[in-house]
Nanobody, 126 residues
Framework: QLQLVESGGGLVQPGGSLRLSCAAS????????IGWFRQAPGKEREGVSC????????YYTDSVKGRFIISRDNAKMTVYLQMNSLKPEDTAVYYC???????????????????WGQGTQVTVSS
């Protein structure tokens, strides 16, 4: 059974950093791209970042470019999202998701993912 578990969320001051982890189990990891999404209260879900199966090709939404870094450890079946220079507008529940993909690409669209974690809360506030 495919399972994704996020961790690493919490409360951080503006300008601070957090590293989110997405640990996977129960499926053939190598066939899946992994994405990070977020949803703030009253807002639609937003694609934040994703990483391809080969761990090389990535996508970032414009608002996090230069601040967030996604990485993939295939041996540990874990994807990380390093979030730096956090802003109050980054406050949201962050979800990771897995979707079948070509080897070199990933998608920032939630409809391209079929398995989701339970989410982890990130709050940026002074």
């Amino acid at each position: 059974q495919l399972q994704l578990v996020e961790s690493g969320g919490g409360l951080v001051q503006p300008g601070g950093s957090l590293r989110l982890s997405c640990a996977a189990s129960g499926f053939t990891w190598d066939y899946y791209a992994i994405g990070w999404f977020r949803q703030a209260p009253g807002k639609e879900r937003e694609g934040v970042s994703c990483v391809s199966r080969n761990g090389v090709n990535t996508y970032y939404t414009d608002s996090v470019k230069g601040r967030f870094i996604i990485s993939r450890d295939n041996a540990k079946m874990t994807v990380y999202l390093q979030m730096n220079s956090l802003k109050p507008e980054d406050t949201a529940v962050y979800y990771c998701a897995a979707g079948r993909s070509t080897y070199y690409s990933c998608s920032g669209q939630g409809s391209d993912y079929d398995s989701w974690g339970q989410g982890t809360q990130v709050t940026v506030s002074s």
